[in-house]
């Protein structure tokens, strides 16, 4: 990965920018909260989308995903295999034992929140369940390399190291999906640097007070290789190993990382 040598340090929001951040981030959450209440077998992914949309413009917000490069929903909805932009469906009827992952963004006074969460319909597999609390694990401990004076890659190392401990710790093989990542955001969805889920510490701009990143790993049980299907969002894994992803808008600050995207209950 180059890094253009202009960009020293990963832009700095102020404090009031932080604040409105968090306000969007905080749709963010009730949105996921309120889909994962309604998730249950039978239910259909474009009613999730529905409840998210609903939630986001009911706050005064705008949902970031729907339209984003012609992308149809207000949330990203992946199950099982699908690790990555899935696209609701009313022909997506969730059953007991699915693994859904599901990605929402809120722009509120211009300023944007991304968040991603993986949890389960009915009962999960053991090793399915193992996967997703690893990989929320792995989100946890990557969000502690978010300080100031860390560069970017310190943030990739973290991600990277945790999964392999993760590795152990939960019993359960993992793989990092080649190719995608984190970025900054702000006034925009994806902003400039790209954060890859894994590589060498020391490399790239500094984090400074106030830099913003969405980390958001994204680990498979049998391979890093995926695939693109025909309506061109869809991400799977390339042979149809589950996965999980997880994601928070996470600043830095002098008092350590702060998450822009919390949920009150039932989850990170």
Not at 4 to 13: M, Q, S, V
Not at 220 to 244: M, N, R
Request: net charge negative; charged share 20%.
């Amino acid at each position: 990965m180059a890094f253009r040598k202009k960009k020293k340090i990963i832009a700095a929001k102020s404090p009031e920018q932080l604040q409105a951040m968090q306000a969007a981030g905080e749709i963010v959450g009730r949105a996921l909260q309120a889909v994962r209440d309604a998730a249950g077998p039978g239910v259909t992914t474009l009613e999730l989308d529905a409840i998210a949309e609903d939630v986001i413009r009911s706050a005064g917000a705008v949902p970031a995903f729907k339209g984003y490069q012609g992308f149809p929903g207000s949330i990203c909805s992946s199950p099982n295999d699908m690790i990555v932009h899935g696209i609701p469906a009313e022909d997506v009827v969730l059953r007991d034992g699915d693994l859904l992952s599901v990605d929402c963004g809120a722009i509120l006074d211009g300023w944007v929140g991304d968040s991603a969460w993986t949890f389960g319909i009915g009962t999960l597999a053991d090793e399915h369940h193992r996967l997703n609390e690893a990989t929320a694990w792995v989100l946890d401990e990557g969000i502690k390399a978010m300080v100031p004076g860390n560069r970017l890659t310190d943030v990739s190392w973290a991600l990277e190291e945790a999964t392999a401990r993760a590795e152990e710790k939960f019993g359960v093989p993992l793989h990092i999906v080649d190719g995608y990542g984190g970025h900054s955001i702000g006034r925009a969805m994806h902003e400039d640097p790209y954060l890859p889920n894994e590589g060498d510490p020391g490399h790239g701009p500094k984090i400074v007070e106030g830099s913003v990143l969405a980390i958001e790993p994204m680990l498979a049980l049998g391979t890093p290789d995926s695939t693109v299907l025909a309506d061109e969002w869809s991400v799977v894994t390339a042979d149809g190993s589950y996965s999980s992803h997880w994601e928070h808008t996470v600043a830095a600050t002098a008092e350590g990382p702060r998450i822009l995207t919390p949920r009150t209950h039932r989850g990170r």
